[in-house]
């Protein structure tokens, strides 16, 4: 594994079973690690706190699992994040989920063999209830007509939602 000086993390594939293997890897990126690993699509991860993200790497990328962090200790909605990036990001998407519950794990596991299978690339937004209609109403304005998965708490959920 290596770190470039743009931030990005390159991990090659004996680091990725580790990762797999690993007690500390949440169970929903497991299979985003494997389809990684085994069809060798590209993993991207956005956190709430990442500057510009690398226009050029993600233009290049033919098929990958993108997750935007936006649930971390709070949510900060769409407008938290650069424009350049959400947009390009999504007009890039085959598929879009928003995830504003607690995890779905099935979610991360079609969207990672749906990359690796079909060569599509993916996007998964976590976020929190109260950012959920602003990330829907981004991705509706950028990518009318992609695929969309959302998944929100019941009401009486809501309000404990971490």
Known sequence: MNI????TINIDRADLGNIIASDLTPR??????????DYKIGFMYFPQNHQKADLDKLNAAKAFVAIVGDDIDCSMGPDHFDAVFVQTLLEKAFSIAVISSAVVEDVYTLFAEIAGLWRKSMVIIETRPEHEMQWIARVNEIAPNTHLVVSTPKPEEASKHP
């Open 4 to 7: 470039a000086p743009n931030g």
């Open 28 to 37: 929903h990126l497991k299979s985003v690690f494997e389809a990684a690993r």
